[in-house]
């Protein structure tokens, strides 16, 4: 007989790095990065060619920003997250500091009257999308040195901190203005301090007084006409309802196939924010219910990973990488809701990126760090659990071999 392999190498033994990536997260993160690029692509051509006489324009710089975010997430990684849940109350003044500076005439660069961003010359940076990541570091933190407290104190001092926090950072957020981010923030926030053990019938009370203070801000000023554009938005069709009822003309559009890639009719400096605000109606006009659902897909898999990843965190009492990996899962998901429920009428216009798609580098740049610390909550997990080395041995494993003769 001939030589035969006794033992067949396992995926561990052929790729030593196996256990150190999800490799689900992974195939959802660039399965979302590749269809964002592919829809931003057709989304932005013909505004890209009308603005800067060049439709590549907002391709080639998503590419760069792809890139940029590549490697902040691979040094992201590197890191141990015991160093991110230190840095996490270090930073938290910084980005306060940069949300006022945004606010300042001559200092923060104002875009259809909303001052978000800092202009670095090569690249503006959108304070609030950094706000998040670090404010999820934050709380994280917060909750692994004071979570006892939260737990059983019977007064709500241990609550006033994290909760003047995210108060003066959504009211920076707001007078940006930028009502989406606050939402997403404070939600996520009350997330994390539930599961830091805060009782339900406190975050009730809690969340009750948020909404008496958020709700009378969305009815005032432009927020008010948005409202009644979205009761009604055929009845303002050419002023206040026109990003809504094109948005919903290109996803009925669609049907359940699409038009085909480029096919897309609204996109032709009909839907304002095409690339941006909107990608999603796009994706359903060239892609149909089909495409939109593979989407949603994808995304409620990279959310359920983030949870999954959180809960085998817990189990290995890496608790901070708990707390940041189940953030990061409502952070992702809440943020796709807001942003679809804008695109499908169900809410009112935001300015909220869809996570991985929409053209924007602070987002992408951002979205794809959180990806990494999430990767990165799984890394030390798996070290944990299975008593693996830090980093896994190059070399490849080769099957043992026996030789039977009859």
């Known amino acids: 007989m001939s030589a035969v392999p006794a033992t067949q190498p396992s995926l561990i033994e052929d ?5 150190y990536f999800d490799r689900d997260l992974l195939i959802a993160v660039l399965a979302l990065v590749g269809i964002g690029i592919v829809i931003l692509l057709s989304a932005s051509m013909w505004v890209a060619e009308r603005q800067y006489g060049d439709p590549y324009y ?3 710089r998503q590419l760069v920003y792809l890139a940029v975010g590549s490697m902040a997430a691979f040094v992201m990684y590197q890191i141990r997250l015991d160093f991110w849940q230190r840095l996490g109350v270090r930073l938290l003044p910084i980005v306060l500091i940069l949300l006022v500076l945004v606010l300042i005439p001559g200092i923060g660069k104002t875009v259809n009257g909303s001052s978000r961003w800092l202009n670095f010359g090569f690249m503006s940076v959108q304070v609030s999308e950094m706000a998040k990541l670090i404010m999820l570091m934050y709380l994280s933190g917060y909750l692994i040195r004071h979570g006892k407290n939260l737990a059983t104190s019977p007064s709500y001092q241990p609550l006033l901190i994290p909760l003047v926090v995210l108060g003066v950072t959504g009211g920076l957020l707001l007078l940006e203005p930028d009502f989406g981010s606050t939402v997403v923030i404070f939600v996520t926030g009350l997330a994390l301090l539930f599961l830091g053990g805060v009782p339900l019938k406190r975050l009730a009370i809690l969340l ?15 927020r008010s006409a948005r409202w009644d554009a979205l009761v009604n938005p055929w009845a303002h069709e050419a002023d206040k309802g026109y990003q809504t009822v094109h948005a919903l003309m290109a996803i009925g559009d669609g049907g359940w196939f699409g038009n085909g890639l480029g096919g897309g009719v609204q996109k032709l400096f009909y839907l304002p924010e095409a690339h941006n605000d909107f990608i999603f109606s796009i994706l359903g006009e060239e892609f149909g219910f ?6 949603l ?5 990279m959310v359920m990973r983030a949870f999954v990843i959180g809960f085998q965190a817990d189990k290995s009492g890496k608790h901070y990488g708990a707390y940041v990996a189940y953030g990061t899962g409502f952070w992702m998901g809440f943020q796709v809701i807001l942003h679809i429920g804008v695109n499908l009428a169900v809410l009112p216009p935001k300015g909220l990126t869809l996570p991985l798609m929409s053209y924007g580098g602070s987002s992408l740049i951002i979205t794809l760090m959180a990806m990494a610390l999430l990767m990165r909550v799984h890394r030390e997990t798996q070290i944990s ?3 693996l080395p830090e980093r896994p041995a190059l070399r490849k494993a080769r099957p043992v071999r026996r030789t039977a003769r009859d």
């Open 208 to 222: 009750g007084g948020a909404l008496l203070v958020m709700i009378p801000v969305s009815l005032m000023g432009y």
């Open 290 to 295: 089909i495409g939109m659902l593979t989407v």
């Open 297 to 301: 897909a994808l995304y409620g898999w």
């Open 15 to 19: 790729n030593p790095w196996a256990r």
């Open 58 to 60: 907002y391709f080639v």
């Open 385 to 387: 659990q299975f008593g």
